[in-house]
Nanobody
């Protein structure tokens, strides 16, 4: 069973930075693509970023491009989401998801999800 656990959320001010972590308990972790998604109240989850199995390629939503950076450590089974220049509109619950195979922007392609971590950005 694949377990996904996010951490690192919190309350910050506009312009601040946060780094989210996602630990995926599976071997070999390098077989899994990983994505970050976020969900606003009353809305469906939306794609934020994804990283390939080797960590050599990443994909970003236009809304976060240039501000967020995704990376992974396959030894530590961990994916990171570095969030810089946070804005109040980034306030959401952030979810990490893992799938066997390539990473994807489509949340429907992921079977393994974490519980989410709240990020709140005050103006």
């Amino acid at each position: 069973q694949v377990q996904v656990v996010e951490s690192g959320g919190g309350l910050v001010q506009s312009g601040d930075s946060l780094r989210l972590s996602c630990v995926v308990s599976v071997r070999p972790f390098s077989d899994y693509g990983v994505g970050w998604f976020r969900q606003f109240p009353g809305k469906e989850r939306e794609f934020v970023a994804a990283v390939t199995r080797t960590g050599t390629m990443a994909d970003y939503a236009d809304s976060v491009k240039g501000r967020f950076s995704i990376s992974r450590d396959n030894v530590a089974n961990t994916v990171y989401l570095q969030m810089n220049g946070l804005k109040p509109e980034d306030t959401a619950v952030y979810y990490c998801a893992a799938r066997l195979g390539f990473a994807s922007r489509d949340s429907q392609n992921y079977r393994n999800w974490g519980q989410g971590t709240q990020v709140t950005v005050s103006s």
